[in-house]
C-alpha cells in the first residue's frame, strides 16, 4: 500500500506483511489442535466400545480449480496438510509420479489431502505459485506455503518428504493430519490463553510505540527463543523504525544515482519491502552482495537475511532469493 506522501510510517507495513497473517496462523493452529483432542476422543471411545472409528468423510484426492482453491485447500490447510500436485496431460513425469501421490493419499488415509491441479486449466494458480517445471509438489499448512520438490520421484523419497512435511505441521503449525470435512466444526477445546507479553508488544507495535514493541518482542524472546511470532514482529518493528522519517523519492533517487553506497541500497531496500515490492527489495540486496566485498558485503547479506524474518521462510519469493544469494556469495 503506498502512503499518500512520500513518507511511510507503520500502517503503510500492512501492504507488505500483517501481524494479522501471523495471528491468523496461531488461530488456524489452535483450531487444528480442537480436532485433533476431537479426534482422539472420538478415538478412545470407539475403541473402549469395540467399534472401528470413522474414515473420513471428504475425498482424499480432488481435483482443484481457481475456483475452488480457497475452500479446497486454504481453508482445509487449516486442519491437515494438503499436499499440491501441479500437473498436466501432456508432461510424461506427470504421469509416473502422480499415481504415486494418490496411491500414497490412499495409504496415509487422511493423514494428509492431495488436491491435483492441472497447470494448463489454471495458469493463474501456476503463475502465483512460480511454477517453472512440472510435476512440481507444494504443499499448504495453516495458510503457510512448503515448497517440497520438483520432478518425478520414487515413491520411497515421497513417503519420506511426506513423513517429515506431517511432522512439520505437527510441530510448528500445530496442524494434523485426519481432518474433518469443510464446513463441519470440530468439537469445542479449551483455548490456550494468548501470552500476555506477546499481546503487550504486539499492542505497541499497533499504536506505533516501536521503541516499546521491539523491547516487548526482545523480552519475549529472551523467554522463548523459538517463539515464531515474536521473531516476525520483532523483525517487523524494527524495519519500521529503521525507515522512520526517510524520504521515499529522495532514497530512491540516491540510490539509483550511488550504486555502490551500500547504505542507501539498504534504505532503498526497506522502502522496496515496506511498499510491497518484495521482489525488488530482495533483488536490490542480491545485487548489492554481488557487488561489494568485506564488511560492506557482509552487511548487506545480514540485511537480506532480516528481511526473510519479516516476509517468512516459507514465502517462494524468500526461497527464490536465498538461491539468488547462494550463487552470488559462491
Known sequence: MQPRNSRLNSSALRGAVDLAAVKAAGEAAQKAEQARVERARQAAAAEASGIAPDQPAYQLVIDVTEDTFETEVVQRSTEVPVVIDFWAEWCGPCKQLSPILEGLAEEYAGRFVLAKIDVDANQLIA???????????????????????QGAESAANVRKVLDQLILVAEQRFGVA????????????????????ALSAAHDALDAGDLGGAIQAYRNVLAEQPGNTEAKLGLAQAELLQRIEGLDLQAVRTAAAADLKNVEIQLQAADLDLVGGHVEDAFGRLVDTVGRTAGEDRDTARLRLLELFEVIGPEDPRVVAARTALARVLF
Not at 503463475?127 to 517453472?132: K, N, S, T, V
Not at 517445471?133 to 517440497?148: E, K, N, T
Not at 493430519?177 to 500476555?196: F, T
Open 177 to 196: 493430519g485426519g481432518a474433518v470435512a469443510p464446513g463441519e466444526a470440530p468439537a469445542a477445546a479449551p483455548q490456550r490463553p494468548e501470552d500476555p
Open 127 to 149: 503463475q502465483q505459485f512460480g511454477i517453472q517445471g512440472i510435476p512440481a509438489v507444494m504443499a499448504v499448512v495453516a495458510g503457510q506455503l512448503v515448497p517440497l520438490f
